[in-house]
């Protein structure tokens, strides 16, 4: 399932294939000089056919003449020469290869496609491990080995942080940004075209590395989910956080089924339900991941999601508030106690709020500000808490944390600092911050967003991870005949209903239901019975139904219809249940509004299966028309209690029956009022046949 990648980052020797001064603009020079800079950790050795000696060392003329097998080639020679290397290493024993070279099929024009479908064979037959090709390589800081061809990044400070970056030149400027900001690192790779090694290869290594105790990574794409998804899972159960940045359109989800969920179940929303499932946090930028990797490093997480957030301004009182209100936060409410303590410490004039302006007072005695937020921090309702920091300048007088070590250490809740804007970062802040024991957050959005990462974090931990039950339900269950009472017996009652031959039966059929009626046509050629004309509502006698299945024969076709389904009409709330399987991510969960709407409007909350009452609540409460269940300008609250239940009810079916179904959708399912239940109106299940 992994590849190894072992010898890539822990290698015992290492070649420079196409060492010289010019090649790879420079390259082979810089990667010599990191190695040199750092003592040589492991013998290394350079090869160019055209060079008997360079930089005071001898050059091999190729890996036959080096005198040991290497573990790892940093291979910076022309595309075309590539593959013939890799041949020759591989029959002299080498195990890894960092391929820096491009050309191999990717880009607009495909240059250099037959060569890269090569270099893939190559691979495969051999076993060899490869970064790349068309990366920027990687380092490996528990072993002192920088394999980056740059300077940037020497003597990066040692720390818990390892990083996938499908950008190679971004990994650079993050690492960099990244340790000005106090972080420390073990592994970090640029994973180029990934012919061999890929992110779920990397991904798992770091799991298993104890050095790393968090994750990061920027990547395009996941090439192989199932692989992807084991090495999350790894992670979740190794208590590693992992947070990412996702970029562009995924490869993810392609097929496209028949029915609405698999029109909307693609591409970003899927990896957004894998993320959740094994508590994947995502950031918006790589700024923002600078700073929750600092939050996450605190190593500490919130019983709860009730945020406390303690500023010395109005201003970022304001700019708390906007936060919470766009990243959906939730604010904790003092205890009457807290209140009173609190009101007591404070100078006279400052109000006693959550967020809280504490005042320009405050502001300038540090030991009393922070007296004041352990306050908050000892109340029971409060979780997580942020405190705007005094970060000290190079000539500030406030050189010394005692008084943060001391807020820290009265509490075990998350808690860290947070400056308005950006500043710069020197020695003074990261030494000051690593004696604090709290991270300095940049920008109050962040902060927030770095609160709520904890938060999910901590709810996806108390979660815990479902495991998928094995297909064991009768096939017999999936049959016309049989569905509707299967499905109905666990919550998803249907409307009442008969199908009908002929216009005839129809009429007789609506007149024994009573009217008002729905007719709907029952066609195997036709899915979408409504983009086709083939649903007429709001039929109140037998003459207006008997019509209404002649019209229909002659607009659609007597041929394409093989009955009409009569059923009771029923008002209310129209949503979208599915369920579908995903070819790379397995069965997945999608809620939306329903009818046409969850495709004109695409608001759908989706998740892996399986799913329990309170993830489908939580799915319900993510929609953006959420606010119609509760009841909106003069309607009814709807029955949540029962559409949750019948959300799990069908994911729970699908999860059983999918030997037989790749997709089940109940569109709409009618929710009526609070404790009245709902109705699955139209059930369209796609077999796999």
């Excluded at 991870?465 to 297909?471: M, V």
């Excluded at 991510?585 to 009452?613: C, H, Q, T, W, Y």
Aim: hydrophobic fraction near 40%.
């Amino acid at each position: 399932m992994f590849r190894n990648v072992d010898p890539l980052l822990k290698p015992k020797s290492i070649a420079i294939v196409g060492a010289s001064e010019t090649g790879g603009d420079g390259w082979s020079r810089v990667l010599f000089n990191n190695l040199k800079e750092a003592g040589f950790p492991v013998p290394t050795y350079l090869i160019n056919p055209r060079r008997e000696e360079l930089w005071d060392e001898k050059v091999y003329p190729n890996f036959a003449s080096l005198p040991e097998a290497i573990d790892h080639a940093l291979v910076i020679v022309p595309a075309r020469f590539v593959n013939d290397m890799i041949r020759e290493g591989v029959d002299n024993g080498l195990k890894a290869a960092t391929i820096f070279s491009a050309s191999f099929g990717e880009g607009r024009k495909n240059i250099g496609q037959e060569r890269g479908e090569d270099l893939k064979a190559i691979i495969a037959e051999s076993g060899i491990s490869v970064c790349g090709p068309n990366c920027m390589g990687l380092f490996s800081l528990p072993q002192d080995i920088q394999l980056y061809p740059t300077t940037r990044l020497r003597n990066l400070p040692k720390g818990e942080v390892g990083g996938i970056f499908h950008s190679g030149g971004t990994l650079g400027y993050w690492f960099a940004q990244a340790a000005q900001r106090g972080l420390g690192f073990s592994y970090a790779m640029s994973c180029g075209n990934e012919f061999g090694l890929d992110s779920a290869d990397y991904l798992n290594f770091l799991v298993d590395d104890p050095d790393t105790k968090i994750i990061v990574g920027m990547i395009e794409s996941v090439r192989r989910p199932k692989e992807f998804m084991e090495a999350a899972r790894r992670a979740y159960e190794a208590k590693k956080p992992v947070i990412l940045m996702k970029l562009g359109s995924s490869e993810l989800g392609k097929e496209q089924a028949k029915t609405h969920t698999g029109a909307v179940a693609v591409d970003d929303d899927v990896f957004n339900a894998m993320c959740h499932r094994y508590g994947i946090t995502r950031c918006k930028s790589i700024d923002e991941m600078v700073d929750f990797a600092l939050a996450f490093r605190q190593n500490r997480l919130p019983r709860g999601n009730k945020l406390a957030v303690v500023t010395t301004s109005g201003g970022a009182v304001g700019l708390t508030l906007e936060a919470v209100g766009d990243e959906g936060g939730q604010l904790a409410t003092l205890s009457a106690e807290t209140f009173q303590k609190m009101d007591e410490f404070v100078p006279e004039g400052v109000d006693v709020h959550n967020p809280m302006d504490a005042g320009s007072t405050l502001a300038g005695k540090v030991p009393d500000f922070c007296e004041l937020c352990e306050m908050f921090a000892a109340d029971d309702d409060v979780d997580i808490i942020a405190v705007q920091g005094r970060v000290p300048l190079a000539d500030d007088a406030v050189k010394t944390p005692e008084s943060y070590i001391k807020l820290k250490d009265s509490t075990d809740k998350p808690i860290f600092a947070f400056t308005r804007m950006a500043q710069n970062c020197d020695a003074a802040l990261r030494e000051f911050q690593d004696g604090a024991g709290m991270p300095f957050l940049f920008s109050v959005p962040t902060m927030v967003r770095s609160m709520q990462a904890l938060v999910h974090y901590g709810e996806a931990r108390r979660r815990g991870l479902p495991e998928l039950p094995a297909a064991a339900g009768d096939a017999g269950n999936v049959s016309e005949d049989r569905l509707a009472k299967v499905l109905s017996e666990r919550g998803l009652t249907a409307p009442q209903q008969t199908v009908a031959s002929d216009p005839e039966g129809a009429a007789a059929a609506a007149s024994e239901i009573g009217f008002p009626v729905v007719l709907k046509i029952v066609s195997s050629e036709i899915s979408h019975k409504t983009e086709a004309g083939g649903v007429v509502l709001d039929l109140r006698d037998a003459g207006a139904v008997r019509d209404a299945a002649v019209d229909l024969q002659n607009r659609i076709g007597a041929d394409k219809i093989d009955g009409f389904l009569v059923q009771e009409m029923v008002d209310g709330l129209e949503m979208l249940v599915g369920v579908r399987e995903d070819p790379d991510f397995g069965p997945l969960v999608v809620v939306g509004l329903g009818g046409i709407f969850v495709e004109l409007m695409k608001d759908v909350s989706l998740r892996l299966a399986p799913i329990n009452e309170v993830d489908a609540k939580e799915m319900l409460s993510e929609l953006r028309g959420a606010k119609a269940l509760e009841g909106f300008r003069g309607q009814a609250p709807r029955d949540v209690d029962a559409l949750a239940k019948s959300i799990v009810a069908l994911a729970d079916f699908f999860v059983d029956h999918r030997t037989w179904l790749s997709e089940i959708e109940v569109n709409p399912v009618i929710v009526l009022e609070e404790g009245k239940g709902v109705r699955a109106v139209d059930v369209r299940p796609v077999r796999r046949d």
